[in-house]
């Protein structure tokens, strides 16, 4: 079977069901494992990515008031690696190409492949979407497998946060210009790791909202994880972020628990390191608890200077 993967999650999803050898085309932001880099990307965006993320939304926003999409499908060479699935997404049409995105493309080809589209909207969701690939690549007792081990691995850290003497009040941070908070399975992930999601909704898309808005509500814990940023990125960006009066007398601030930490490989995406991510915030929000298999270097303390 010849498979296009049009989102790093699924990517790594068919890598993980030892499906490397059949992916033949990713996109631009696939970059796990390091091998899935090395197959041709048909999708690059239309915006610039290392832009500040007040004119990245501008940009995305400008193209979408004008009903174009902010990606482009080389469909010259979508034709020519003859694919018989290609795997998209239809949960949010900034992070990674759509069936819409496909649309043009799909119509030039004279054999048209089998398209799977994904709109996870919960932890449980993702395992689904890991059983439905395997499904539709004939590897489901693979993909059950792993979704089963994905979800006792949750299940187990939960049961480890269970006895904490107190649940910390936590903000997370999507987008700092202008602020978002995570939404989707992020609310679902705060709460696994021993934690209360001051703002979002789990299964519920992310939101726009002001910095007022989280002084109001004083969190204990900030966790910075813009979309598709990692460590590095997301500490410079909240450092480089002007808050308003009262922002420096948060409890997270003054107890310094403002943590950035790698979004693109641990919340972003609707993927297996989710259970990586969850245990990432069990660690920072239970420090005292011994929290198996927590990555390194997945996180780090925003100093405030």
């Given at each position: 079977?010849?498979?296009?993967?049009?989102?790093?999650?699924?990517?790594?999803?068919?890598?993980?069901?030892?499906?490397?050898?059949?992916?033949?085309?990713?996109?631009?932001?696939?970059?796990?494992?390091?091998?899935?880099?090395?197959?041709?990307?048909?999708?690059?965006?239309?915006?610039?990515?290392?832009?500040?993320?007040?004119?990245?939304?501008?940009?995305?926003?400008?193209?979408?008031?004008?009903?174009?999409?902010?990606?482009?499908?080389?469909?010259?060479?979508?034709?020519?690696?003859?694919?018989?699935?290609?795997?998209?997404?239809?949960?949010?049409?900034?992070?990674?190409?759509?069936?819409?995105?496909?649309?043009?493309?799909?119509?030039?080809?004279?054999?048209?492949?089998?398209?799977?589209?994904?709109?996870?909207?919960?932890?449980?969701?993702?395992?689904?979407?890991?059983?439905?690939?395997?499904?539709?690549?004939?590897?489901?007792?693979?993909?059950?497998?792993?979704?089963?081990?994905?979800?006792?691995?949750?299940?187990?850290?939960?049961?480890?946060?269970?006895?904490?003497?107190?649940?910390?009040?936590?903000?997370?941070?999507?987008?700092?210009?202008?602020?978002?908070?995570?939404?989707?399975?992020?609310?679902?992930?705060?709460?696994?790791?021993?934690?209360?999601?001051?703002?979002?909704?789990?299964?519920?898309?992310?939101?726009?909202?002001?910095?007022?808005?989280?002084?109001?509500?004083?969190?204990?814990?900030?966790?910075?994880?813009?979309?598709?940023?990692?460590?590095?990125?997301?500490?410079?960006?909240?450092?480089?972020?002007?808050?308003?009066?009262?922002?420096n007398d948060l409890p997270a601030i003054r107890s310094g628990r403002v943590y950035a930490v790698d979004a693109?490989?641990?919340?972003?995406?609707?993927?297996?390191?989710?259970?990586?991510?969850?245990?990432?915030?069990?660690?920072?929000?239970?420090?005292?608890?011994?929290?198996?298999?927590?990555?390194?270097?997945?996180?780090?303390?925003?100093?405030?200077?």
């Amino acid at each position: 079977m010849r498979i296009v993967s049009l989102l790093p999650s699924a990517t790594e999803i068919l890598y993980a069901l030892g499906l490397g050898d059949s992916v033949v085309g990713i996109t631009h932001e696939c970059d796990f494992p390091a091998e899935a880099a090395t197959k041709p990307p048909l999708i690059h965006p239309r915006v610039d990515p290392s832009a500040a993320p007040a004119e990245l939304d501008r940009q995305v926003r400008e193209l979408m008031s004008r009903g174009e999409s902010i990606y482009a499908v080389d469909d010259r060479l979508l034709r020519s690696l003859a694919p018989d699935l290609i795997i998209t997404q239809d949960l949010c049409h900034v992070c990674a190409a759509s069936p819409d995105d496909l649309g043009t493309a799909l119509a030039r080809m004279q054999s048209p492949p089998d398209v799977l589209s994904l709109h996870p909207q919960t932890l449980a969701g993702v395992w689904d979407n890991i059983r439905e690939i395997g499904k539709a690549t004939r590897r489901l007792t693979e993909a059950d497998r792993l979704a089963t081990e994905l979800a006792r691995r949750v299940a187990k850290i939960e049961l480890l946060v269970a006895g904490a003497a107190a649940r910390p009040r936590v903000a997370c941070l999507e987008w700092l210009d202008p602020f978002y908070v995570g939404g989707h399975w992020v609310p679902e992930m705060v709460a696994c790791g021993g934690g209360v999601d001051l703002f979002g909704r789990a299964g519920s898309a992310s939101f726009r909202i002001t910095p007022q808005q989280v002084i109001d509500v004083q969190p204990e814990i900030i966790v910075v994880m813009q979309c598709g940023y990692g460590v590095a990125r997301n500490r410079e960006e909240y450092r480089r972020t002007k808050f308003p009066t009262g922002w420096n007398d948060l409890p997270a601030i003054r107890s310094g628990r403002v943590y950035a930490v790698d979004a693109n490989s641990y919340f972003s995406r609707s993927g297996p390191r989710l259970g990586d991510g969850v245990a990432i915030l069990a660690h920072l929000f239970h420090p005292e608890i011994p929290i198996p298999e927590v990555p390194e270097q997945a996180f780090s303390i925003v100093e405030i200077t």
